[in-house]
């Protein structure tokens, strides 16, 4: 079965411009997580969706955004970018809850902010 | 401040050597999972413990979950180049929420 697939790989934007990161989970799976992980700091929870509703989200601030599809696909949007949201973008699926199964990860997006 | 703290830091051993890794929070989680992240990939599980004092093996790889559930162990035995990677811990706090929160990692570099 294909993977969790995050798209671009790559994305460079200049501070004060919006980007937008995609994610395509496992089939099946309605949950989708976001996860920043900047370097030194490890994986900081963003924002959690599950069957099109936000469920819970991280101590991110409102520039901070996202949404989840009806085909549980998911965008993250991040607004007037700063130098310091410079990091990998991990997208998470799960079958249920994760308690027991855990995350399946997608390789992330990388956004470099100039 | 983490909630999950992970030791040491970096660890750099040579093949065929044994090392522990560890997770340890003043925390109480219901479930404790420990994934491997390569460079340039997300981050893959290798293991769920949900329960205080289990012991899980998966190979090479030995983990212990804390009987008050608060920090959690990896063993491996025998080293090997592949097992070379950042080891994480994530922890779930309770069933409500539904995130887990990871440690910064452990960045295993095995020598040939």
């Known amino acids: 079965e294909a993977g969790v697939t995050q798209s671009p790989t790559h994305l460079i934007k200049t501070r004060g411009q919006q980007a937008t990161l995609r994610c395509s989970p496992i089939s099946g799976h309605t949950s989708v997580y976001w996860y920043q992980q900047a370097l030194g700091l490890g994986l900081q929870f963003l924002l959690w969706?599950?069957?099109?509703?936000?469920?819970n989200r991280g101590n991110f601030p409102p520039r901070f955004s996202g949404r989840q599809f009806p085909n549980y696909s998911s965008e993250l949007n991040v607004n007037a970018l700063e130098l310091e949201d410079s990091a990998l973008y991990l997208c998470a699926s799960s079958l249920g809850t994760g308690f027991l199964r855990g995350y399946t990860f997608g390789s992330g997006t990388r956004l470099t902010v100039v | 401040t983490q909630l999950l703290e992970q030791s040491p830091q970096f660890l750099s051993i040579q093949e065929g050597e044994n090392l522990t890794v560890y997770c340890n929070s003043s925390?109480?989680?219901?479930?404790l999972q420990w994934y491997r992240q390569e460079p340039g990939e997300g981050p893959v599980l290798l293991v769920t413990v949900v329960t205080g004092g289990e012991v899980k093996k998966l190979k090479r790889l030995t983990f212990q979950f804390g009987d008050a559930r608060k920090d959690s162990s990896l063993h491996i035995t025998a080293a090997q180049p592949g097992d070379t990677g950042l080891y994480l811990c994530a922890g779930l706090r309770d069933n409500y929420g539904q995130n887990f929160v990871f440690g910064p990692g452990t960045r295993l570099s095995v020598l040939p």
């Open positions: 969706y599950d069957e099109g509703e936000e469920r």
């Open positions: 925390s109480v989680f219901s479930s």
